[in-house]
């Protein structure tokens, strides 16, 4: 069984910095994109930014500049690193990656999702 488990969440005053780690674990045999999303309240779950298994990567505007995502392909680990956050960043963080599990019939993939951190920025 995969599972994918996020940490670094919190409390932080505007303009600060936080990072958020997602580890995954079980029997991959190889993970795809990886990626984050996040949900404020009251509104629909946003893509954050993604990166692919070679590095790429591509953020939403609104964080472009301020957000950073990589990845340790050997930890099967996505981080986001977020600076000079704002009272809009508040929200809860999900993981989400495109994971290949070894079947008897080859490798089936499918996307897993993290159980969230909250991020709330306030002074």
């Known amino acids: 069984q995969v599972q994918l488990v996020e940490s670094g969440g919190g409390l932080v005053q505007p303009g600060g910095s936080l990072r958020l780690s997602c580890a995954a674990s079980?029997?991959?045999?190889?993970?795809?994109?990886m990626a984050w999303y996040r949900q404020a309240p009251g509104k629909q779950r946003e893509l954050v930014a993604v990166?692919?298994?070679?590095?790429?990567?591509k953020y939403a505007d609104s964080v472009k500049g301020r957000f950073a995502i990589s990845r340790d392909n050997s930890k099967n680990t996505v981080y986001l690193q977020m600076n000079s956050l704002k009272a809009d960043d508040t929200a809860v963080y999900y993981c989400?990656?495109?994971?290949?599990?070894?079947?008897?019939?080859?490798?089936?993939?499918?996307?897993?999702w993290g159980q969230g951190t909250q991020v709330t920025v306030s002074s």
């Open positions: 989400n990656a495109d994971i290949g599990v070894t079947s008897g019939l080859g490798t089936n993939y499918r996307v897993y």
């Open positions: 990166i692919t298994s070679g590095g790429s990567t």
């Open positions: 079980g029997s991959i045999r190889n993970i795809n994109n």
